[in-house]
């Protein structure tokens, strides 16, 4: 492990997912010193039914401005002409509520956002492998993702040249790179793949990927018959990024900010992991990262939806690691229980319907909700039906302390082992 203590100005920018505002306050909660998100079709998680709209764009500002958590707008899908003036209209939109970048891979988004003022962040679907190509973008872009294929040891080339020719990007400071540190990976280089399109018609490049490299496969010799022996039927599908094991080795090479995928995922990831990632790079700074810290960061991690976890390319290897399944490994799940239902503030007390199973003292909680963001906690004590109890079951109101407030729009669920649920 690096004994490398980082001065303040170096530490790696954490930007974390958000897919909705149950996860963005996840982010803000958990320690994000910026989030991404996508508003409607036109970002890569178009097909995801927890996109933000335009209206959304004022709330984040502001709440993300309150915790001075920088925030960054996706805009990085191909561009047909039909696109252009929702495009137009967006880029204003977010400039208007004081989003701070946008994250692009078309020449008429950068453009367009470069003609308003509004800071470009380049995107990894532009595949940027060399110094040189860096430095075409630098004279639209603040800061660049480069292609997610390439070893530590390339992306340290790439950031000492930065430095020794002093690349500068629109801003007049040098330009930062950005690489994925955390979350699902693509067998396509850079994600882009043409695989959805081609079997449903609905392309990956738009956001609407059918993730078709998640399913089991067979390979047969079209000219014998002959079924090929496979290790693993999940041939496409890549175990999940994962660099906490590494991050010492990450934060040498130079990388300014480190990315958490999952726009997609549950606020409770996007919790987990924000707050694993948080501490890693704190303990850096201070130089107190440790292989016994990084096993309990681990084991926070594989709590939460993954499908596996291997350091991708990072540390020089040539082929990936393949799930072996094609759901989560995560060791917890989470059994929906009911909803909230009341607060009381001077008690500091909440209130629930249990719509499904019991609950229990002892048992671990989740709380979501868009301003709750994702609270995980251990029952104390409770009340069950107004009478102090141990044990509550489904149609039952129960109230529980809590250190914050909850709201009628909140879920409540229990924590369980994997292990426990009954497919």
């Known amino acids: 492990m690096s004994e490398t203590v980082v001065n303040k100005e170096d530490k790696i920018e954490l930007m974390a997912p958000a897919g909705n505002f149950d996860s963005l306050q996840a982010a803000l909660d958990n320690g994000a010193d910026s989030i991404y998100f996508g508003v409607e079709q036109l970002n890569m998680r178009a097909r995801a039914t927890i996109n933000f709209t335009l209206d959304d764009l004022p709330e984040i500002s502001k709440r993300c401005g309150e915790k001075g958590v920088r925030t960054y707008l996706t805009l990085n899908t191909i561009i047909y002409d039909h696109d252009l003036g929702i495009v137009k209209t967006l880029l204003n939109k977010a400039k208007e509520a004081g989003i701070s970048a946008v994250i692009a891979m078309d020449q008429a988004v950068i453009a367009m956002a470069r003609q308003i003022g509004m800071e470009v962040h380049i995107s990894t679907q532009v595949n940027i492998t060399n110094i040189e190509t860096l430095k075409f973008y630098a004279m639209f872009a603040d800061t660049i993702v480069l292609s997610r294929e390439l070893s530590l040891r390339q992306v340290k080339k790439i950031t000492d040249q930065i430095k020794k020719e002093e690349v500068k990007g629109p801003n007049g400071k040098l330009v930062e790179v950005e690489i994925f540190g955390h979350g699902a990976l693509c067998m396509a280089v850079s994600g882009k793949c043409y695989m959805s399109l081609h079997n449903h018609n609905s392309s990956a490049n738009r956001g609407a990927c059918k993730q078709d490299c998640r399913k089991k496969y067979t390979v047969i010799d079209q000219e014998t018959g002959v079924e090929m022996e496979i290790d693993n039927e999940y041939i496409m599908s890549p175990k999940d990024l994962c660099t906490i094991d590494i991050l010492d080795q990450v934060a040498d090479a130079g990388i300014k900010v480190l990315k958490i995928e999952g726009r997609g995922r549950a606020p409770e990831y996007v919790a987990k992991v924000v707050r694993s990632y948080r501490e890693a790079i704190d303990s850096i700074a201070d130089g107190s990262f440790s292989k016994e810290k990084v096993a309990g960061w681990m084991t926070e991690l594989e709590k939460v939806y993954n499908r596996g976890f291997w350091n991708g390319y990072y540390l020089g290897q040539k082929l990936g690691e393949w799930s072996d399944g094609s759901g989560s490994h995560a060791t917890q799940k989470k059994v929906y229980l009911g909803k909230g239902m009341h607060f009381f503030p001077k008690a500091q007390i909440g209130e629930f319907k249990l719509d499904a199973f019991d609950l229990k003292v002892g048992d671990t909680i989740l709380i979501t909700g868009p301003t709750t963001g994702a609270k995980e ?23 529980i302390p809590l250190e914050f407030r909850i709201r009628p729009s909140d879920k409540l669920y229990k924590i369980v082992q994997a292990e426990n649920i009954q497919d």
């Open 377 to 399: 906690m251990e029952v104390s004590e409770m009340f069950v039906n107004d009478k102090k109890g141990t044990l509550a079951q489904k149609g039952d109101s129960i109230t």
